[in-house]
């Protein structure tokens, strides 16, 4: 939960946190996070944090039982919200799932793939760490969804760019009829309305490209 807060401030988006123990959502507010204390299983905490009109819950609570309802009640209260949970054991994976959970994340499978990756691919991680554990870093891998109004549509991947400029990298784009990803696209790949683009880029130049893609 620190891990998802500090992420969710140090990336400038607006968020809720739901604690019910007081010295953590003191430390929470201290670090400018809107809290609201009380217990997260209860719909009525659920409400007052805005859960109708939520684009996203991220549920990681002690433990497996407890997320599981905590998914449950959400999806219940929101249809349309995406639901990321943590999953303390692994077989428990498929029952958040089923439960309305559009992801269920491992810390344990996700520690054990960190340390392969740092005996074999140690520079990789290094470049990542910079970017995510630096302070004053606000560079990130991030998507934009091209709308359907959109002065993007129609435009190549080069012409997107501007040159001289702090532009994001285009990583990819994915596809939302066949899920697929095309991955590092040509200068002549055409951009569609909902098309997803998966880029490279710092806070600000996240935040223009998003803005042209939407209208």
Known sequence: GHAVIEELLRTGRPFVVIDKEGSLCDAFESKGALVVRGNAMEDDTLKRAGIERAKGLCCALDNDPDNVFLTLSARTLNANLRIVSEVHDDFVRERIIRSGADAAVSSQSIGGLRMASEMIRPAAVGF???????????????????????????RSHASLRSSGSSDPVMLAIKDPRTQRYTINPSDDTL??????????????GVKRLKESAKS
């Open 128 to 154: 990542l760490d910079s970017m995510i554990r630096d302070p004053q870093s606000t560079y990130r891998f991030e998507e934009v969804v091209v709308g359907d109004a959109s002065n993007c549509i129609g």
């Open 191 to 204: 951009i569609r309305a909902g098309d997803i683009l998966v880029v490279m880029g710092d806070r600000e």
